[in-house]
């Protein structure tokens, strides 16, 4: 067990851990940011999905060692209000169904649009391909992308 510092959301916090222990857990466990889902635990589901310095991955596979002294964003530190493009994409599409995927969902789109503004369908089912939704709302994932894309050069940024 050793003391880390991660940044999550903005914030500096102190955790005590091995350094191999899964982030999801440190997140959810120790931090109490519950939005992070646990799904599968091999990496497989993408309910886990959480920002690291900007890249989408799966918390339930990646060390706490290896998010020390990194950004990690979690679907609680998406905005302060909850209203990032891509959550309001989301509403207005009305993407979610049961909604346990939804922030694996949301994280990995808003990581997409941080790489790329302006997606095709290709880039986008090949972006959002490792997050599963039971319900099967590809179709409205794939809608609310293409709307925050929008959004977000409608208004002027990237």
Same mark, same amino acid.
């Given at each position: 067990?050793?003391?880390?510092?991660?940044?999550?959301?903005?914030?500096?916090?102190?955790?005590?851990?091995?350094? &191999?222990? @899964?982030?999801?857990?440190?997140?959810?466990? $120790?931090?109490?940011?519950?939005?992070?889902?646990?799904?599968?635990?091999?990496?497989?589901?993408?309910?886990? $999905?959480?920002?690291?310095?900007? &890249?989408?991955?799966?918390?339930?596979?990646?060390?706490?060692?290896? #998010? /020390?002294?990194? &950004?990690?964003?979690?679907?609680?530190?998406?905005?302060?209000?909850?209203?990032?493009?891509?959550?309001?994409?989301?509403?207005?599409?009305?993407?979610?169904?049961?909604?346990?995927?939804? @922030?694996?969902?949301?994280?990995?789109?808003?990581?997409?649009?941080?790489?790329? @503004?302006?997606?095709?369908?290709?880039?986008?089912? /090949?972006?959002?391909?490792?997050?599963?939704?039971?319900?099967?709302?590809?179709?409205?994932?794939?809608?609310?992308?293409?709307?925050? #894309?929008? &959004? #977000?050069?409608? #208004?002027?940024?990237?």
């Amino acid at each position: 067990m050793e003391t880390m510092t991660l940044m999550v959301n903005g914030r500096s916090h102190s955790v005590l851990a091995d350094r &191999e222990t @899964p982030l999801l857990w440190v997140l959810r466990e $120790t931090l109490g940011l519950t939005g992070t889902k646990y799904g599968c635990g091999q990496a497989q589901c993408g309910a886990c $999905t959480v920002l690291l310095d900007g &890249e989408a991955v799966r918390s339930c596979v990646t060390a706490v060692g290896e #998010a /020390a002294g990194r &950004e990690v964003t979690t679907i609680e530190g998406l905005s302060a209000d909850g209203l990032h493009a891509v959550q309001r994409a989301w509403i207005a599409e009305d993407v979610a169904q049961c909604g346990y995927c939804q @922030p694996g969902q949301i994280l990995t789109a808003a990581a997409l649009l941080g790489t790329n @503004p302006h997606p095709n369908d290709a880039e986008i089912d /090949a972006a959002m391909t490792g997050v599963l939704c039971r319900c099967g709302t590809y179709g409205r994932i794939r809608r609310a992308i293409h709307r925050a #894309a929008k &959004e #977000a050069g409608d #208004a002027g940024r990237p």
